[in-house]
């Protein structure tokens, strides 16, 4: 999946699978985890909050449960 750099102190890049509703989170830290069950509209309020990294832990993170993947070599 096509991640987008963010500006946050604990997340480093973004993506979205609209098809999949499915939402990826690389952390600085280098977990890269995915989170099913993202509305579009979720993932367009996460690229406008005022912090990222909150968005991801208070309302993401919020009744689902992350699965941690090996990050593909070319990304």
């Not at 499915?22 to 309020?45: C, H, N």
């Amino acid at each position: 999946m096509e991640r987008h750099l963010v500006k946050s102190s604990n997340v480093e890049s973004v993506g979205y699978d609209l098809e999949e509703k499915m939402l990826e989170v690389k952390f600085k830290s280098g977990g890269v985890y995915q989170y099913k069950g993202v509305q579009p509209e979720m993932y367009t309020d996460l690229l406008a909050a005022e912090s990222v990294g909150r968005f991801v832990s208070q309302v993401v993170r919020a009744g689902r449960k992350g699965l941690r993947i090996e990050e593909e070599k070319d990304q």
